[in-house]
């Protein structure tokens, strides 16, 4: 079913593209639905039809038509993933480093919801050789491919909007656990804004980008490796790799901001902690350090059992 769905642009969305705006809320769609909606005509900010790559002001009204029962067509995929809990509302689940999230334009197998909806719809699947719309798990936040650890998605829709308030909100905390090159102050905040560079094509510190803000500490070190705990205040494209590869500790294993080879991305989403939805009792899930990290990594950090 069609429904005009209508957003106040917040001031978190300054100088937010459209189409990444109406990405973030409508995450249980296909982008390239949504990008259809803003080019066929059938989404307006402030009365007008703008382009996808309109850049949103803090007030602006956008109004949407769009199809909220729409699923993406998505092959289930029977893949090994580590549930951490589930119940009729939601999952959390322990991400692999490697593993995309959601389909792209050009690989549209192997993701996170390819597994989730086998996992969801085991019945429909079997046998079935054709893709097929599914019942989709709504993402209410994401993690890069090569980052491992925590995440959280919706099983239906109301806690999906719940969760995403949340989100915007900032009542959900979330923590990481990175290894970086050399040793960094035994704590900090790193307040840096950060933009994208269209002829580099490559998110970086940019004095006219959208102010950001990590706090970090440093839990150990070893040789010229140390392990810190982060926290993400904003939530920017590539946020914790460029704040710490602007202060000269970029993380082991991140080829593009300037870190050490390693098998890797020593980067690890290892707390998250929130309300339920349901019945708001507050629920924490840890995940140790990889194996794969550096020695530094090991023995001594584990994180709260559920």
Not at 78 to 102: A, Q, R, T, W, Y
Not at 232 to 258: C, F, M
């Amino acid at each position: 079913m069609v429904e005009l769905v209508t957003f106040v642009v917040p001031e978190s969305s300054r100088k937010q593209r459209l189409d990444q705006f109406l990405f973030e809320r409508f995450s249980t769609l296909s982008r390239m639905y949504l990008r259809e909606v803003v080019r066929d005509g059938f989404c307006e900010v402030n009365g007008r039809h703008e382009n996808r790559g309109y850049e949103l002001r803090p007030g602006d009204f956008v109004e949407v038509h769009v199809d909220t029962d729409r699923h993406a067509t998505m092959r289930p995929e029977d893949l090994p993933i580590k549930i951490v809990f589930e119940d009729e509302h939601l999952l959390v689940i322990d991400k692999p480093s490697g593993m995309l999230v959601h389909p792209t334009v050009g690989v549209r197998s192997g993701t996170l919801l390819n597994a989730l909806a086998h996992h969801l719809n085991p019945a429909r699947t079997e046998g079935i050789s054709e893709p097929l719309a599914v019942n989709r798990a709504g993402l209410v936040h994401r993690l890069d491919k090569d980052t491992s650890g925590l995440i959280v998605v919706a099983k239906e829709k109301r806690t999906h909007r719940i969760l995403a308030s949340h989100f915007q909100r900032k009542l959900i905390e979330k923590k990481y656990l990175a290894v970086v090159d050399g040793i960094p102050e035994s704590s900090g905040i790193i307040e840096l804004p950060i933009g994208r560079s269209e002829e580099e094509r490559i998110w970086r510190v940019d004095e006219s980008g959208k102010e950001a803000t990590t706090v970090f500490k440093t839990l150990g070190s070893a040789g010229n490796y140390s392990l810190v705990e982060l926290e993400p205040v904003t939530g920017r494209t590539n946020q914790l790799r460029i704040h710490l590869s602007a202060i000269g500790h970029p993380i082991v294993g991140d080829w593009k901001y300037g870190g050490s080879d390693h098998c890797r991305l020593c980067l690890h989403s290892s707390t998250l902690k929130f309300k339920h939805p349901a019945d708001g009792r507050v629920l924490e899930f840890g995940s140790d350090v990889p194996e794969e990290f550096p020695r530094v990594a090991s023995g001594g950090h584990r994180r709260p059992a559920p």
